[in-house]
Every structure is written in structure tokens, then in C-alpha cells.
């Protein structure tokens, strides 16, 4: 359990949607940035490719989008893992071709004072669903299948493995109706207690702004592929 769970709860909010967070130019340049940077992680079986957006790689571009954050979330430090050369991560772009299941980002450090997590889409269709359960024990892939939960020898930034939301939030069965829509590639038995509290439709050059604390998911509704950007912070 994060040692800050206190002060965390104080800083939560709903989720929040700002529209045009940012305009053409600016989308292209991120596109471009993308293409340059050198790929992280293949994931084959989730089927989504990653790249971490390196401070420094792009000193203006780095400049840019922390001013720009700092408007809608105020003050802020970057909770990012570091890469092999100790270089701090801004953020992470993601490239899915599946969805990506149940689980939080809630951090690798139980001292942290984990604060907002944002998304910005790149590519137009696509959506994110957050729930209202939330968790504070650190970044987890929630799921039934005995083959994940018996992973346990995890790399640096990996996520934990763990079937523990199933006690925690209840056993009202999930709704059937959203889970046909937006979650069809989750078992509706992993969903038990879950409760939506928003479905981010995604719009290219819009900002997603939500606790880190939040359980999420992407939605099933993919056409070939799509590209976001997620950015971590801390207090």
C-alpha cells in the first residue's frame, strides 16, 4: 500500500476531458517525434509496440509539454521509470493493434505521491474506459488466467499480476451491455464489482486527465491500430 494514500486522496478528482488540448502542428510534431524515437518494446502478445519519450531527445518539444501540462494540472513532477542510461522518461507512446487489458499504473514506488495520468490521442478511433474502483499498492495487470497470475518473476517496469480486485470491490456482476461494447476482449468475470465512471471517446489533439489511482482499460474498439501518449506524474 503506497505509504502517501492520505495525501493521494486529497489531490483526486474526477476524470476530466479538455478538448483541442492541442492543435495540428503540435499533433504532427508529436507524430514525428514518435517516428524518430527508437523502439522500447514489442509486446507480440499484447500486440502493441512502445516507445519512451526521453528527456533531452528534444529539448523545445520537452519545454513545450511540460508548460502545457502544468496549465491543466498545476504543479507536477514526471513519474517515469529511467532508461538504461539513467535518462528520465517524459512519457510513453503506445502503438496497439489489441486492446489492452484491466489494470492501473499506480507506480513502482509505494513513497511516491502518485498524482495525474494523461492521454492524448494521436490517431481518431479508439476509447479508453475508466472505472471508479481504484487501487493503491502499486502498477498491476488485473485478470483470471492462472498462466498470467503465476508470472512472478517480473523485469524492471513490468506490472504485477494479481486477481485481488475480485475481493475488494464486491461481486455485482458487470454490465452486460458495456461489456459488449467497449470490453468484449475481457472475460465479464474479471469485471465483477467494477463500476464505469467515464468511456473517453477518442478525439486526436484532446488530453485525458485522470488519478493514478483509477482502474482502466482500452476498449475493444480498434481499427488497425492506434497511437496515444501517456505521461505519468508525481508530487
Not at 200 to 216: A, K, P
Not at 218 to 226: H, V
Request: charged content about 30%.
Amino acid at each position: 500500500m503506497n505509504i502517501n494514500i492520505d495525501k493521494i486522496r486529497k489531490t483526486e478528482s474526477s476524470p476530466k476531458i479538455i478538448r483541442n488540448f492541442i492543435n495540428n502542428d503540435r499533433i504532427n510534431d508529436l507524430l514525428s517525434l514518435y517516428e524518430k524515437l527508437p523502439l522500447t518494446v514489442h509486446n507480440k502478445k499484447q500486440n502493441v509496440k512502445k516507445k519512451r519519450w526521453i528527456s533531452g531527445f528534444n529539448k523545445e518539444m520537452d519545454k513545450w509539454y511540460f508548460d502545457e501540462l502544468k496549465k491543466i494540472i498545476g504543479e507536477f513532477k514526471m513519474d517515469n521509470l529511467l532508461t538504461e542510461n539513467n535518462e528520465e522518461i517524459l512519457g510513453l507512446f503506445q502503438e496497439s493493434y489489441s486492446p489492452i487489458g484491466l489494470h492501473v499504473d499506480s507506480g513502482f514506488d509505494n513513497t511516491n505521491f502518485i498524482y495525474k495520468q494523461t492521454l492524448i490521442p494521436l490517431t481518431p478511433f479508439g476509447s479508453t474506459v475508466i472505472f471508479k474502483n481504484k487501487f493503491y499498492k502499486g502498477s498491476t495487470n488485473f485478470t483470471i488466467d492462472k498462466d498470467e497470475l503465476s508470472k512472478t518473476n517480473l523485469k524492471y517496469g513490468q506490472n504485477s499480476r494479481s486477481s485481488e480486485h475480485l475481493q475488494l470491490y464486491g461481486d455485482k456482476p458487470f454490465d452486460n451491455k458495456i461489456h459488449k461494447e467497449f470490453l468484449a476482449h475481457e472475460k465479464i468475470e474479471n469485471l465483477s464489482g467494477l463500476e464505469v465512471e467515464c468511456i473517453f471517446q477518442w478525439e486526436v489533439g484532446s488530453l485525458l486527465v485522470f488519478d493514478r489511482s483509477h482502474l482502466h482499460a482500452s476498449s475493444s474498439q480498434i481499427k488497425d491500430k492506434k497511437i496515444g501518449l501517456t505521461t505519468f506524474t508525481k508530487k
